[in-house]
């Protein structure tokens, strides 16, 4: 797992995150983890986010099965 520093953190933002984690039963740090995984879920400027973000809501969608990018099919130039 990687690791994040964030310097220059605004406190208004520090309180908010430790008020949240203790909202939610959560540590500020793993309140952030939270955070930030969830924004990356639904980042609309990202081809997996926009995918989720169109199925947000609806019941009874299955999830969405994303191909690896690594895997095509070989060109027959014969």
């Known amino acids: 797992m990687a690791q994040l520093l964030v310097r220059d953190l605004d406190e208004s933002v520090r309180q908010w995150l430790r008020e949240r984690g203790a ?3 959560r540590s500020m740090e ?5 955070v930030l995984t969830r924004a990356r879920a639904t980042d609309v400027e990202d081809p997996i986010g926009r995918i989720l ?8 969608v299955e999830p969405v099965e994303v191909p690896d990018q690594n895997e095509h099919e070989r060109a027959d130039f014969q």
């Open 23 to 25: 909202r939610h039963g």
């Open 30 to 34: 793993a309140e952030a983890r939270a």
């Open 53 to 60: 973000d169109g199925r947000r809501g609806r019941p009874g």
